[in-house]
């Protein structure tokens, strides 16, 4: 017997998807040139649970932007109950 697994939505989840750059001056003849290259970051957030980072659990077709979640991932990244240990932003102290 095979257990269906649950849609991220049917657990009060849903996936999110940020489109972050990574910038460089590079030095031409007379002139810096600013180059920027995309990196795409995939996450999941739940109610009342902190957001996580899935991006390198999932296969992420840069191309179309199409995001499949293997097999071996799928209970884990659908799992309202997983939350690696962190803090939420508001419970973060800087120390001085």
Not at 28 to 56: G, N, W, Y
Not at 68 to 79: D, K, N, T, V, Y
């Amino acid at each position: 017997m095979t257990a269906e697994i649950a849609r991220p939505e049917d657990q009060g989840c849903r996936f999110a998807e940020i489109l972050q750059f990574s910038c460089e001056f590079e030095k031409k003849t007379l002139h810096k040139e600013l180059r920027c290259s995309p990196i795409p970051r995939i996450f999941r957030i739940c109610r009342d649970r902190p957001a996580v980072e899935i991006t390198t659990l999932v296969d992420l077709n840069t191309k179309t932007g199409e995001v499949e979640i293997p097999a071996s991932a799928r209970q884990f990244i659908l799992s309202r109950e997983y939350t690696p240990k962190g803090r939420l932003w508001r419970d973060v102290v800087l120390d001085h």
